[in-house]
């Protein structure tokens, strides 16, 4: 099971979104290194779930139910407690090499499970 990060504008799509219709076809990727990403995802796959736009945070997770060249479906999991907003994720150390800091236009990434465990971390904070 891989873990992964996918971006949409809340106004296009959110989680809220997401949690309403069940589940939802992640197609449309353009960016040549976020598609190629896009067709590593497979069934079960972990997702966390990041707004773009004003908010800018991981909001919640997702996984990946099935696949085809370049479309993903995927299902909510769970919202987060709180969003982990990108300024907390860039004050983290931890977290300075990871490709939402770094390739800030990269739509669909790839997450080691130690960012994905601090993200979580963050998320469940006070």
């Not at 099935?66 to 907003?85: H, N, S």
């Amino acid at each position: 099971m891989a873990l992964w990060l996918f971006k949409e504008e809340p106004s296009c799509f959110s989680y809220a979104d997401l949690e309403r219709i069940g589940s939802a076809s992640w197609d449309g990727v353009k960016n040549a290194l976020a598609l190629k990403n896009l067709r590593q995802v497979k069934p079960g796959d972990r997702i966390l779930f990041y707004h773009t736009g004003k908010e800018k945070a991981v909001v919640g997770e997702a996984k990946a139910k099935t696949t085809a060249d370049g479309v993903v479906t995927i299902a909510p999991v769970k919202r987060w407690p709180k969003p982990v907003t990108l300024g907390q994720i860039k004050a983290e150390k931890s977290l300075q090499d990871w490709a939402l800091v770094r390739i800030s236009r990269l739509s669909v990434m790839p997450v080691t499970a130690a960012q994905w465990r601090r993200v979580e971390e963050l998320a469940e904070e006070n």
